[in-house]
């Protein structure tokens, strides 16, 4: 019996883990992507090869959306798709820190259906599958309760807490950063961290297995605006992200104006 997609996910996942990290403190090959896009390493194209053998040998059918790959109006037609990002982070990676990740979704009629976000180097699996909650490392986990932006712990970055952003005021929260998008939404799903937010237009390999991951853990996660996230669109962009505990989510919307 064919594995679930979630299942797929998980597997592929630490295969990749496994694959990355032999890159590790070796050469990178480091280029620069046309138009500012950002750094690319052997890396992640190695993942990226691996992730469209093993995934689309599994999932023929599945369109397909990668920061790596060449993007194919094909995706458009498919009813599931895969949405992902070899490494999440790649800057992190570069670097020789940690905080990089793996983050892979199924989306299906444009909502995320399956995701996993893995960070090798800090061993921890966050998972989740529409309806079935969130996991870290096979453990469930759910979004804190903070209701105040003012007391709220978030993690975005600098240019998120620009006064332009907020007609009504910065809010006194305490902002914190992770270079992955992916580990941001994942983070607050773990319930270390209140919300995060970003006004960038957002990519969605960035964010699609995090968000349906925040979501399950009980959050709200919507575009910067508050409307709700659909993904596989044929600009692969989402209007930034704002994910918090629906409570925290309104009163964020309401300091944004």
């Known amino acids: 019996m064919p594995a679930s997609d979630l299942t797929l996910l998980i597997e592929t996942a630490l295969q990749a883990g496994e ?6 403190g070796g050469a990178l090959d480091v280029q620069d992507k046309p138009d500012g896009a950002g750094p690319v390493t052997a890396a992640d194209l190695a993942v990226n090869d691996m992730f469209e053998d093993v995934l689309r040998t599994a999932r023929p059918d599945y369109g397909w959306l990668s920061e790596e790959s060449t993007d194919s109006a094909d995706r458009l037609t498919a009813k599931r798709v895969f949405v992902i990002d070899p490494i999440d982070g790649t ?7 940690k905080t990089w990740s793996h ?10 259906v399956a995701a996993v976000v893995y960070l090798p180097m800090l ?13 870290i490392n096979s453990s469930p986990m759910s979004v804190g309760h903070q209701q105040s932006p003012d007391n709220a712990n978030v993690l975005a970055t600098k240019p998120s807490v620009d006064p332009r952003f907020w007609p009504r005021g910065v809010p006194g929260m305490t902002r914190y950063h ?5 580990y941001r939404l994942s983070l607050v799903a773990e319930g270390r961290f209140d919300a995060m937010f970003t ?7 960035d964010i699609a297995a995090g968000a349906l991951i925040l979501s399950e853990a009980g959050a709200r996660v919507t575009d910067r605006r508050g409307a709700a996230l659909k993904f596989n669109n044929k600009i692969p962009q989402t209007d930034g992200v704002l994910g918090a505990n ?3 989510h309104a009163a964020f919307l309401d300091k944004l104006g």
């Not at 800057?91 to 820190?97: A, D």
């Not at 061993?123 to 996991?135: C, P, T």
């Not at 992770?178 to 992916?182: G, H, N, V």
Request: no cysteine.
């Open 91 to 97: 800057r992190s990676f570069i670097e020789g820190g």
């Open 123 to 135: 061993n921890k699996v966050y998972s989740a599958s529409l309806g079935n909650g969130a996991r």
């Open 246 to 248: 629906p409570v925290l």
């Open 103 to 112: 983050s892979m979704a199924v989306v299906e009629d444009g909502i995320p």
């Open 178 to 182: 992770r270079p992955s998008l992916a």
């Open 199 to 205: 006004f960038r237009p957002s990519w969605e390999w």
């Open 19 to 24: 694959l990355a990290r032999g890159f590790v």
